[in-house]
T-cell receptor, first 114, second 112 residues
């Protein structure tokens, strides 16, 4: 089945230690998104890629970066995680030109910062 | 800007009860409307959607109708099950920026 895959499902890191979260997709979608979701809140968009074009949200901290080396993969890098960065991180994809407004989400990576 | 207001929870029902979760929106133009469901510890799953006025989205016994005149997209199910316990998010997508605007989510608990 075509899907959005996130690895790992759970990630523990130390305060200030860089961490990378991974997302891959077999849907061949051209837009990939990263969201941060804290407990009992709606997901908050951090940034998205439309093909290779990176689009950062105005209020996303500089501590968060992203890379998209090819259509299938997208990474979220947190350069110096703080305690406030502990959250669920969700990757999503959509396809411009087809059912472009529908986003499909992965299972998420729960990040714990010690 | 665009916004979504949905019924605040938590909502607690007995099995086989009727469910309504209200959702209203504010948007320019003609957005597409969505309901996503999130089970504990999981990502969001698309439950149903509607792309134009009077469209009805349906899936797994859930339904919602795009009402332009009342700017609403209320989620309904005739008979809920324990397995429907989850957080439900109403969302809209409009324009060319490919972004979703979410409501705050409604926690539904269904007791046997």
């Amino acid at each position: 089945d075509a899907m959005v895959i996130q690895n790992p499902r759970y990630q523990v890191t130390q305060f200030g230690k860089p961490v990378t979260l991974s997302c891959s997709q077999t849907l061949n979608h051209n837009v990939m998104y990263w969201y941060q979701q804290k407990s009992s809140q709606a997901p908050k968009l951090l940034f998205h890629y439309y093909d290779k074009d990176f689009n950062n949200e105005a209020d996303t901290p500089d501590n968060f970066q992203s890379r998209r080396p090819n259509t299938s993969f997208c990474f979220l890098d947190i350069r110096s995680p703080g305690l406030g960065d502990a959250a669920m991180y969700l990757c999503a994809t959509s396809r411009v030109g087809g059912d472009q407004e529908t986003q499909y989400f992965g299972p998420g990576t729960r990040l714990l910062v010690l | 800007g665009d916004s979504v207001t949905q019924m605040e929870g938590p909502v607690t029902l007995s099995e086989e009860a009727f469910l309504t979760i209200n959702c209203t929106y504010t948007a320019t133009g003609y957005p597409s409307l969505f309901w996503y469901v999130q089970y504990p510890g999981e990502g969001l799953q698309l439950l149903l959607k509607a792309t134009k006025a009077d469209d009805k989205g349906s899936n797994k016994g859930f339904e919602a109708t795009y009402r332009k005149e009342t700017t609403s997209f209320h989620l309904e199910k005739g008979s809920v099950q324990v397995s429907d316990s989850a957080v439900y998010f109403c969302a809209l997508s409009g324009g060319s920026n490919y972004k979703l605007t979410f409501g705050k989510g409604t926690l539904l608990t269904v007791n046997p």
